[in-house]
């Protein structure tokens, strides 16, 4: 995990800052760091797998100033496309969708949601509603404020879901589009309220995709996507949009190069809408998310460490602790017996190497994740393992509901 990233609401005004609301119209900044990494990792499951990464940096939960002032919305290059063919420019894109993205606030926060339904709910992020205290207000653009529902909050995927209760005919619907098809290089763009200014428009393009990033609740947060479109602290809760104007991603969070209270610079990760999706629809059925849990912290096996220490395979996800009473646990998986060090690196020895899940090769750890991101609590997940004695061994694991409290994946 890269431990730069940084959430982007903003908490409400600090008492220095106070005496400056009324001259300058908006709140200072004040970034809220995600919770640290767990101290053991152990969480492997769903959308939410804990792996220790190495390299530095600092991500910043994109979050909102309380209060801003009113203010013209900013438009870059109005007239460009951000598709070469058939997309719509960004003057047209505001146009019609720029009503759909709201402002979301709290007595201790506030940052950005967007309209999905002619119902009434809105999109935003969990941690942009996280340590709210009394009413949710949400804020459209004829500056009518409404006290929304939460109706869900998914801390594995910083999804919140919210109602508020108005006609349709005052509402903007954004289209939700498909993360699937993203691709390196395409345009998008971000509308949201960076430092309190409302309904500003940023552009770019989607830097890479398949990237992780730390959730609230300290699981891993797989395929979002990279832009180097504007993002700051305020827009956390906002849509990315393609070229289409469809959403493919909330904005989330920002790498601020280890600057704590640094603004964007040109690296920002938005979830991807698809995942998004999913999360949604089990809110709206259940009133909370299900996320698959196998209860294992991974590392990647690659041809360095296969040739040194004779695994058996050069390719897998190794297992380099399992979580006591986890599924994993109950199925027979073991974890690592010690380190090694090779060619200054350290690496976890003596697990069980996962090369198959469910008929599919795993390649790495992020392939074994995305397996078990695709089930729910209960499913069977098939393994194929070589032990640490060498052997090929086939395990069934029953997965496992993803625990709420991250103390739980420490035993």
Known sequence: MNENLTPTDYPSTPPAAAANQQQRGSRLVVPVLIASLLSAGLAAGGTALVVNQEGGGSTTIVRQVANPANSSSALGSSAMPVASSGGMSIEAMYQQYGNGVVRVEHSNGLGSGFVIDSEGHILTNAHVVDGAQGDVTVSFSNNEKVVAKVIGVDNATDVALLKVDVPSSALTVIPLGDSSTVKVG?????????????????????????????????????????????????????????????????NSQIDTGGQANSGSVGIAFAVPINLVKQVTADIMATGKAQHAWLGVRLSDVDPTLASQIKIGSDYGAMVAAVTTGSPAAKAGLEGATGQTTIGGRSYAVGGDVIIEANGAKIEDVKGLQAAVSALKPGDKLELVVKTRSGETKNITVTLGDQPQDPTALAG
């Open 186 to 250: 395409n345009q998008v763009v971000a509308i949201g309220n960076p430092f309190g200014q409302d309904r500003t428009v940023t552009s770019g393009i989607v830097s890479a995709v398949a990237r992780s990033i730390q959730a609230p609740n300290g699981f891993s947060i797989n395929d979002a996507i990279q832009t180097d479109a504007s993002i700051n602290h305020g827009n956390s809760g906002g849509p990315l949009l393609d070229g289409m104007g469809q959403v493919i991603g909330i």
